[in-house]
């Protein structure tokens, strides 16, 4: 309602808390300095936005003030580097002796979880590809979660012996 002193002791209990998250945001003193101040301008402009009851008014400030710093990131142009620094960036690619290697070893790992049980290699690849707990795979199988962990001791048993083989 355009009201300053009411503008100003809004400043005076969230300033600190505000200027922290640009802070922590922008990681730049004086460039968080700056869009404190344009954040406060945004909300002098914006007050009637806000709608009591949705959200806490300092979580309402604390969102103005976020997206107003990611904004700024986003503005931001990367910095090009010469041309020439791009002919000093290692290539981490597998040279073609090591992608052989790589691809050999697939093959032997995917034709040792074929000998396992279907719900044992899926449940092998269900931990240790897609990152599924004990307790999710002994729910999804519809195990006990001791039997759970029994199928896939056993399994990763049979293929250590299947891969040393």
Request: net charge negative; aromatic share 8%.
């Amino acid at each position: 309602m355009r009201d300053r002193t009411a503008f100003r002791t809004l400043y005076e209990r969230t300033s600190a808390k505000l200027f922290g998250v640009t802070l922590r945001i922008l990681k730049d003193r004086s460039e968080a300095e700056e869009a404190l101040q344009e954040i406060y301008v945004k909300i002098w402009q914006r007050a009637d936005r806000y709608v009591a009851g949705n959200y806490s008014p300092i979580s309402w400030l604390v969102a103005v003030a976020r997206n107003h710093c990611l904004d700024m990131l986003r503005a931001r142009r990367p910095v090009s580097d010469d041309i020439d620094v791009a002919l000093e960036v290692a290539d981490l690619a597998p040279d073609p002796e090591q992608a052989a290697l790589n691809s050999n070893e697939r093959s032997r790992i995917d034709h040792c979880l074929a000998e396992l049980d279907d719900d044992k290699a899926d449940a092998i690849r269900g931990a240790y590809l897609d990152g599924y707990s004990y307790d999710e795979l002994a729910e999804r199988y519809g195990v006990p979660l001791n039997t759970m962990r029994t199928w896939l001791r056993r399994s990763l048993l049979k293929l250590r012996e299947c891969l040393s083989a």
